[in-house]
Structure formats: structure tokens, C-alpha cells
């Protein structure tokens, strides 16, 4: 299952179709990595809350594009909480010249695969993970997210 929470209505304002396009990179992601049951929570908010949660989680008082937060083991299969900031997302997809809603699924889907373990902080991590991400993408029509421009996500 998926739980979506648009916090900020500038999502909606920028990208009238953010919770179809989130909703389809999540599943689309689940689906690759083969997982068919459990739950994500994906919050659409602001820089402000983003940069709180960085400051709180992570001791980095800054707002970042996305935030994944892997819950623990439990019986409900929780994987965790993806959340994601407009102004930083918005601002990054117009510096790069991609559409808001191309750059939304795929941190979507960068979020998610952080949730099951997936990560960049070594160059083969990264190679790993981009690959997945540039399946994914594919598969919802989204072109490669590192062919023009590489550091598109934290």
C-alpha cells in the first residue's frame, strides 16, 4: 500500500498531475524490486519542513530535494517515509531543463530505493542504484535522469 499526503498545495498549483506521477513511480519501484506487500508513506511538503526534518534526523540544517527515512523491521511490513520539497525539486528540474514531473519520479523512485536499502555512497553503490533508477524510469517513459547532468539527488 501506498499512503500519499500532498502537505503543500503548490505541488498540485506546479504539476496538476504530482499524485498520479508519484503514485505510478512508487509502484513501478515496489514492482522492480519485487515487493508485493507492506506499505510507504510519501509526503509532498515544503523546504521549510524538509530542512526541519534534515536538521532533526540527519544535524544538516538544509533544505534537500528528498528525504527517506527506512522504518525498522515490523509485522506490517512498514518499509518507511519518503518526503519530498517542492521549492528544492522545482528549482532543480529548471536548472537541469526537465520537466517537474520527470524530476518528481524520479526521486520518487531514488526515495524508495533508499528505503530497501539501496544507496550512493561509493562509487559502485551508485552505479547499482542509478541503473535501477534508469529501469524504472524507463518503464514510465521518463528519460535517463544522469545523461545530462549528474548530483541530482543527496
Same mark, same amino acid.
Given at each position: 500500500?501506498?499512503?500519499?499526503?500532498?502537505?503543500?498545495?503548490?505541488?498540485?498549483?506546479?504539476?496538476?498531475?504530482?499524485?498520479?506521477? &508519484?503514485?505510478?513511480?512508487?509502484?513501478?519501484?515496489?514492482?522492480?524490486?519485487?515487493?508485493?506487500?507492506?506499505? &510507504?508513506?510519501?509526503?509532498?511538503?515544503?523546504?521549510?519542513?524538509?530542512?526541519?526534518?534534515?536538521?532533526?534526523?540527519?544535524?544538516?540544517?538544509?533544505?534537500?530535494?528528498?528525504?527517506?527515512?527506512?522504518?525498522?523491521?515490523?509485522?506490517?511490513?512498514?518499509?518507511?517515509?519518503?518526503?519530498?520539497?517542492?521549492? &528544492?525539486?522545482?528549482?532543480?528540474?529548471?536548472?537541469?531543463?526537465?520537466?517537474?514531473?520527470?524530476?518528481?519520479?524520479?526521486?520518487?523512485?531514488?526515495? &524508495?530505493?533508499?528505503?530497501?536499502?539501496?544507496?550512493?555512497?561509493?562509487?559502485?553503490?551508485?552505479?547499482?542504484?542509478?541503473?535501477?533508477?534508469?529501469?524504472?524510469?524507463?518503464?514510465?517513459?521518463?528519460?535517463?535522469?544522469?545523461?545530462?547532468?549528474?548530483?541530482?539527488?543527496?
Amino acid at each position: 500500500m501506498i499512503d500519499l499526503e500532498i502537505e503543500d498545495p503548490v505541488w498540485l498549483a506546479a504539476e496538476p498531475d504530482a499524485e498520479a506521477l &508519484v503514485l505510478a513511480a512508487a509502484q513501478a519501484t515496489l514492482a522492480h524490486i519485487d515487493f508485493t506487500e507492506g506499505a &510507504v508513506t510519501l509526503l509532498l511538503t515544503d523546504d521549510q519542513t524538509v530542512r526541519e526534518l534534515n536538521a532533526r534526523f540527519r544535524q544538516k540544517d538544509v533544505a534537500t530535494n528528498v528525504l527517506s527515512f527506512p522504518a525498522p523491521q515490523n509485522p506490517e511490513r512498514h518499509l518507511g517515509d519518503v518526503a519530498l520539497a517542492h521549492g &528544492v525539486c522545482a528549482r532543480e528540474a529548471a536548472e537541469q531543463g526537465k520537466p517537474l514531473a520527470h524530476h518528481l519520479q524520479h526521486l520518487v523512485a531514488h526515495g &524508495v530505493l533508499h528505503l530497501v536499502g539501496y544507496d550512493h555512497e561509493t562509487d559502485a553503490e551508485a552505479e547499482q542504484m542509478e541503473g535501477l533508477e534508469r529501469v524504472i524510469l524507463a518503464g514510465l517513459g521518463v528519460p535517463d535522469p544522469y545523461a545530462a547532468e549528474q548530483g541530482d539527488h543527496d
